[in-house]
């Protein structure tokens, strides 16, 4: 008996048309820049332009005398970005395409070929753009880019300062969770200050602190040398300097928020949480310019944290129009399997490499969920059991990711079932499958326990 034949889903595939007549395509580089225009506009179909501004505008007049509409760019480090904001300013259709989706094939080299190919992909409709948000929300992804990079420099300088205090053998991290906390900060100033006596610097500790004056004043004596002294001078006015620079950072955020506007109009009113401010977290009421700018509050997800929600939001934007369902957003996020099949076989399911931001916020969002008593800390926990932490952090990405798209989508509040919701949902199935492999055999399953004790019906 021959196999079963499986059932593939078959497109129709049309003979390759020229779909947009008007295209150009435009090789990006350092300081030169290759456009390609159809045969026939003019003399020469390929033209060099430099890439200061001038040349930009001129590429942009010869485009315009060429009667192009649209063109096609790779995205190139950032070289690109100048140009595509121009020639969207100047009303072309801007087409900004992956490097590795449109590799030359063999003998296609130069840089004169490579605007040649993709004003030829172009013309034929074989291009995808890159998926780039409105230029409110592009804004606002830079500035949030920019805190983050800010945040990353001080960080650096919190281990300058811990490693000037370990070479004069002063333990202060062994007492102290957060040396760059209340109490810290206060010893290190004084220390900078001039103040090397281990029981006086003791006595700034905070109530809170859980050592005691005499094992923080144990650890404070140390080897209190000039040249470590000068490296932790530097160290904290360099701390102090980029949270200054984060402060700056927060103001122009805050701007950017009260000039988006309402997107949509709420559909519950806002109810603020009241947590202590942790650190990084912006100097303003971040989780109501969220909130005003959206029109749901993403952060009754567990897992989503208000730093989390701007940057998915930075990233994504306010919207998901660009994605016609749920499935396209995960993919395009890489949080899907990428299914890799030849001869009828699936070969690989691995989720492909990708640098998207989004992607990585959602995978920490994920991971902080691990012991949350939520429906999602307990899809987590089982995925675990089952996959292993690896797995179970990108499976529980992806549910993150659907929710996130759900209450874009419609503009719903989130409602939490719970993890007890989550584990009776699993045991009924667990239950169904078992009745069903029993049926199939023959057999019928029977409860130990009461239907009171077990919720069995």
């Known amino acids: 008996m021959s196999k079963k034949q499986r059932k593939y889903s078959v497109k129709e595939l049309s003979a390759l048309a020229q779909i947009n007549l008007n295209a150009a395509g435009i090789d990006i580089g350092q300081d030169k820049n290759y456009v390609a225009v159809p045969g026939g506009r003019d003399e020469e179909s390929v033209r060099e332009f430099g890439t200061f501004t001038p040349d930009a505008e001129a590429l942009i007049r010869w485009l315009k005398e060429c009667k ?25 259709e801007v087409y900004l395409v992956n490097a590795r989706h449109v590799k030359n094939v063999t003998g296609r080299k130069s840089d004169v070929l490579d605007c040649q190919w993709l004003q030829q992909l172009h ?53 102290l969770s957060d040396i760059v906390g209340v109490t810290g900060m206060t010893i290190i100033r004084a220390i900078i200050a001039g103040e090397h006596n281990p029981q006086r610097l003791a006595a700034y500790r905070n109530g809170q602190c859980k050592h005691s004056e005499a094992e923080i004043a144990k650890a404070l004596t140390g080897n209190y040398r000039q040249e470590h002294l000068f490296a932790l001078q530097q160290a904290v006015e360099l701390f102090d300097f980029y949270g200054q620079q984060l402060a700056a950072c927060d103001g122009q955020l805050e701007k950017l928020y009260q000039q ?67 499935k396209h957003f995960t993919s395009w996020l ?19 490499k990708t640098a998207n931001r989004a992607n990585t916020a959602f995978r920490v969002a994920a991971q902080s969920v691990a012991r949350s008593n939520s429906a999602v800390g ?7 059991a089952h996959l292993g932490p690896a797995k179970a952090i990108v499976a529980t990405a992806h549910k993150l990711a659907r929710i996130f798209y759900v209450m874009l ?49």
Do not use: C
Request: hydrophobic share 35%; net charge positive.
């Open 68 to 92: 192009v509409d649209t063109v096609a760019m790779e995205s190139t480090g950032v070289y690109w970005i100048p140009l595509y904001e121009m020639l969207e300013s100047a009303g072309f």
């Open 334 to 352: 890489g949080l899907s399997p990428n299914n890799k099949i030849t001869g009828g076989k699936v070969i690989g399911r691995r989720t492909k």
């Open 260 to 326: 988006g506007g309402v997107t949509v109009e709420p559909t519950v009113p806002f109810v603020p949480k009241k947590k202590k401010r942790r650190k990084n977290q912006p100097h303003f009421d971040l989780q109501k310019a969220l909130y005003r700018l959206v029109g749901v509050d993403l952060t009754d997800v567990d897992g989503f944290d208000t730093l989390t929600v701007q940057t998915l939001i930075s990233e994504i934007g306010t919207t998901v129009e660009a994605w016609p369902t749920v």
């Open 123 to 175: 013309t034929y409709g074989l291009l995808q753009a890159s998926f780039r948000p409105v230029a409110q929300i592009a804004a606002l992804r830079a500035v949030v880019r920019q805190r983050e990079m800010l945040v990353r420099y001080r960080a650096a300088h919190i281990q300058h300062m811990q490693k000037a205090l370990q070479l004069m053998n002063i333990q202060l991290t062994q007492v």
């Open 378 to 384: 307990a899809f987590y926990r089982r995925k675990k």
């Open 409 to 457: 989508k419609r503009r719903e509040p989130y409602q939490d079932p719970g993890a007890s919701y989550y584990e009776e949902q699993y045991r009924q199935r667990a239950i169904r499958n078992l009745q069903r492999k029993a049926a199939k055999l023959g057999l019928q399953l029977e409860p130990i326990y009461s239907s009171t004790q077990t919720g069995v019906s």
